[in-house]
DNA sequence: ACCCAGTTTCGTCGTTTGTCGAACATCGCA
DNA sequence: TGCGATGTTCGACAAACGACGAAACTGGGT
């Protein structure tokens, strides 16, 4: 039987200069999946299985999907594992600074609510 | 009765420090919205019924509400008309670069697709 | 051959999103 | 006082989203 016949489907990613703005940004608006860009941007690569979420392994799957169709992760199969890396490259020849930018916006997201702010301001 | 005595409600923005980077992606991730803000870059500000896109009133105004409450601009009122403005002092305080950064990856994104992609490339 | 560990696919559920039309509110003007 | 212009709010609706569990698939041991 296609046993080991049968391929897997190649995994799906876009062209570089098929990737969208708005799927982009779509993908980095759930902090799920933002967990795992900054996470990545660390690491070179890593496996699905091996990420701190605290979500089920089909969502965890899912939101690896939605990154990888958007242009912002690659993903590789070796053996059982599948290995996912930011493709900083990619997005650097894209959108050049985004990837920075929104990364460095995250950490300002999450200690800069309480510190660093000068007295007042409107504007 | 209460014509011209009851106010109407003051229009809730967030202050600088509770602006929220996924609030930001996401209001950010929808192309009506993405025009607004790209319109609102040239001017210093604009009533609401002015903007050159195709969508029911009521529709204009609910992409208002989620740029206004997620930080992206401000909303005076003045008279009968209701004028917006981005917030660019204070999206670059919370968030150094942001805005600029996404609208030059917009510029790229409508254009970009077809010119200035050297031969190929895998990353 | 078997089973286990790692992941995906499928179906489902409840929530959110974008869209609209209709109704309501506010202001300025005749 | 009434009318028109400008915007908002209120459902309604289909589509998409994020989450889950169950089932299935894959490859590496035993």
Redesign the pocket.
Known sequence: M???T????A?AHPAVEEIDLYDVL??L?????MTIVRILRAEPER????FPV?????????????LRESGVIN?R???????SALRTVDLERRFPGLLDTVLAALARNEHGAELGAEPAWHG
Do not use: M
């Open positions: 296609p046993r080991s049968r391929r897997r489907p995994l779509h993908a608006s759930d902090p799920t999946r496996a699905c299985g091996t605290d979500v089920a392994p089909s969502t965890l799957s899912h939101h690896f999907k939605v993903q199969e070796e053996g059982n594992r599948r290995f």
